[in-house]
């Protein structure tokens, strides 16, 4: 980092510790736990985008693009006055970052406000930002193409860098935000359902609550949900207010399992709608709560 001028030594009264976590491929991730800095951080409200508007809005293209951008964070410089803030210790020394750092509470406020600055007035036309990741859709190759260089144009005149090695050019089909998307379908990831099949059968609150949100983020595909998830509910919510009052019964043992046998045997999956073709609204009232 001292090389590619992101780092440089420190002289400011600021110091935070440093945590180093090992990635699933290996290597190394240097972060810094900026905890007590942040305690003391006036905080940037910046919305992020809705996840399921970004999903809603790109489905339904022939042509899809990734672009990741090379460690974004650090493509983003900080002022000069800012600097000392950013300070960590190590065996050798104080050193500040001279870029935006990961664990600083605005980091992803003004990553995204960066963004979103800077692609201006494509965003939702053809290409959606979040965060580091940059999806371009299209209904033609000859238009996609178009796409494409018009963000990379943009990309480089502002001196940002893609990780050729992350990104996915012109496919049918593509992941992005835990979702597969194409021009039909949308479906869930199987690398984060796995996870959710695995799980155990709950013991105590925070396993519950694990379970069943972990579930929520994926609800629109399981029919029945609230039905299914209410007696799991009932007895997680009850004890949000009185911890000791959890108890995990049949009820919810069979909630549980029938969850997972969805998850397992039934492919979970939503069509893109025809918006040319004529809509039903049904509704219904539920007396569970």
């Known amino acids: 980092m001292i090389n590619n001028n ?9 110091s935070s510790p440093v945590i180093i976590q090992e990635k699933k491929d290996g290597t190394i991730r240097f972060l810094v736990d900026y905890r007590k800095l942040n305690a003391v951080t006036k905080k940037d409200n910046y919305p992020h985008p809705s996840i399921e508007e970004l999903l809603n809005r790109i489905g339904g ?24 803030k950013t300070a960590f210790v ?6 500040e970052f001279y870029v935006l750092s990961q664990g600083l509470m605005n980091a992803r406020a003004t990553f995204q406000r960066v963004m979103n600055d800077l692609i201006g007035n494509g965003r939702w036309d053809y290409v ?47 992941e992005f935000l835990s979702h597969i998307i194409s021009k039909n379908q949308l479906k869930p990831s199987s690398d ?5 099949i695995d799980m155990i059968e709950p013991t105590t609150l ?6 069943i949100g972990k579930l929520n983020w994926y609800r629109k595909f399981i029919p029945n949900f609230a039905r299914i998830a209410s007696p799991i509910n009932k007895v997680t919510n009850k004890a949000k207010a009185k911890r000791n009052e959890f ?28 918006p040319t073709a004529p809509f039903i609204l049904t509704t219904d009232a539920s007396n569970h709560q």
């Open 6 to 14: 992101q780092v440089g030594p420190s002289r400011s009264p600021w």
């Open 61 to 84: 293209h022939q042509y899809y693009t990734k672009l990741d951008l090379k460690s974004g964070y650090f493509q983003i410089p900080i002022s000069k006055a800012d600097r000392p």
């Open 90 to 95: 190590t065996q050798d020394g104080l050193y």
């Open 128 to 174: 959606v930002v979040y965060l580091d990741d940059i999806l371009i859709f299209s209904n033609s190759f000859e238009e996609h193409q178009q796409h494409l260089n018009e963000i990379l144009r943009i990309l480089a005149t502002a001196n940002f860098q893609v990780n050729s090695a992350k990104c996915t050019i012109a496919v049918p089909e593509i």
């Open 192 to 196: 984060k359902i796995k996870p959710i």
């Open 206 to 211: 925070k396993q519950a609550n694990a379970f």
């Open 247 to 274: 108890k995990w019964g049949p009820e919810q043992s069979k909630s549980f399992h029938q969850f997972k046998q969805i998850l397992i045997s039934k492919p979970l999956f939503l069509d893109y709608p025809d």
